[in-house]
């Protein structure tokens, strides 16, 4: 008798350990999904003139979330959606000349997950 009882005890164990295998998962939060930027103009390290015209391309943003900044000065920038991506444009600005000059990018995706990126323009007079 009292090995019956070990046996059903021992099986319960056993089976109950393989359902909890094929549990639901996860705790139904989003995955992390950073912005993608792309398609930089003018390219990196390129030769501009002040007050030039810059614009690139991210996906998987919000777009009131993106922020640029030339050589740590906020940029005011237009953001015009295209297919699954938005299109970024902005101008450098005016009281920048004869310098190197880093176009900074930062964005929130999806899940709140923070993307960054950037590319150096030698801005000339």
């Keep these: 008798m009292k090995s019956k009882i070990l046996i059903s005890i021992l099986l319960g164990y056993l089976i109950s350990g393989?359902?909890?295998?094929?549990g639901g998962g996860g705790g139904g939060k989003q995955a992390c999904k950073k912005p993608?930027?792309?398609?930089?103009q003018p390219g990196d390290k390129a030769e501009v003139a002040p007050a030039s015209d810059f614009s690139?391309?991210?996906?998987q943003a919000n777009s009131d979330s993106i922020q640029v900044?030339?050589?740590k000065h906020p940029v005011t920038v237009e953001i015009t959606p295209?297919?699954?991506?938005?299109?970024v444009a902005g101008k450098l600005p005016e009281d920048l000349k004869d310098t190197?000059?880093?176009v900074a990018v930062t964005a929130?995706?999806?899940?709140?997950?923070?993307?960054?990126?950037g590319w150096l323009?030698?801005?000339t007079q």
């Design 36 to 40: 993608q930027f792309t398609q930089f």
């Design 56 to 59: 690139f391309v991210v996906t």
């Design 82 to 87: 295209k297919n699954q991506s938005l299109l």
């Design 121 to 123: 323009l030698k801005i």
């Design 100 to 102: 190197y000059a880093r």
């Design 108 to 117: 929130q995706g999806p899940g709140r997950c923070k993307g960054t990126a």
């Design 18 to 22: 393989y359902s909890f295998g094929y």
């Design 69 to 71: 900044t030339v050589k």
